[in-house]
């Protein structure tokens, strides 16, 4: 049997891992798995980056956000990527005025609970909205953990039309759960691009978390 090519087991490799391929490909990218270490790798990444969602803490668009989970709930596969970018691009149309809030120790806190779950708080004023990921498997140094990338944006508070979205009286601080948290390792904060990391491969998970700041580790 002829050696495959790795760059023609790498074009096929986002189908075979949607199984959308024929029984013969199928079984030649099997094979060529089982012998080819690097190709292997590269399989065993798109499989879970493949089918990491994204989830968006939006105070003001809390009913677009449950829409959206909701039709998150019935995605599988090469789609969920799709979805993801197309809700990107919507939440940044959204978004317009949006503006990341760097990092500070005073504003952003993580707070494990008794259960180990872990809330995010935020003591600031203003802001519109929070993006946050599921626990990613990742490797750091060697060691497999599982990371949650959070960030926080400033909307539309300087616009005119701020005092139409603005809250009135916030009592206590900003907080939500973080999803599926008490198996999180380690929690980053910073703009994240997970569409360069997964979908584009631009970026590696170490190039994009040494961007991060390290907030909270278990
Ligand atoms: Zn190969």
Not at 37 to 60: G, R, S, W
Not at 83 to 94: D, M
Not at 99 to 119: A, H, Q, R
Not at 131 to 157: C, Q
Request: charge should be negative; aromatic fraction near 12%; charged fraction near 25%.
């Amino acid at each position: 049997m002829k050696e495959v090519k790795c760059t023609i087991i790498q074009d096929l490799l986002p189908l075979y891992v949607d199984d959308v391929v024929s029984e013969d490909t199928k079984e030649m990218v099997g094979r060529h798995l089982k012998t080819c270490q690097a190709c292997q790798k590269d399989y065993e990444q798109m499989k879970e980056t493949l089918y990491v969602p994204i989830e968006n803490n939006v105070t003001l668009f809390e009913k677009l956000n449950k829409k959206w989970n909701h039709k998150k709930m019935k995605l599988i596969g090469g789609s969920v990527v799709m979805t993801i970018l197309l809700c990107l691009a919507v939440f940044s149309y959204v978004f317009h005025y949006q503006n990341p809030i760097p990092y500070s120790k005073d504003l952003f806190e993580i707070e494990e609970k008794e259960d180990g779950s872990l809330v995010s708080n935020y003591f600031g004023e203003s802001h519109a909205g929070s993006y946050i990921t599921h626990p990613m498997k990742v490797e750091i140094d060697g060691k497999i953990k599982f990371v949650s990338l959070v960030y926080y944006v400033e909307t539309i508070a300087n616009s005119p039309t701020s005092n139409f979205f603005r809250e009135d009286k916030r009592i206590g601080p900003e907080q939500f759960t973080l999803p599926d948290s008490n198996i999180v390792d380690a929690v980053y904060y910073g703009e994240f691009d997970l569409e360069k990391v997964i979908a584009t491969k631009e970026q590696t998970w170490n190039e994009l978390l040494q961007d991060m700041t390290l907030i909270w580790e278990r």
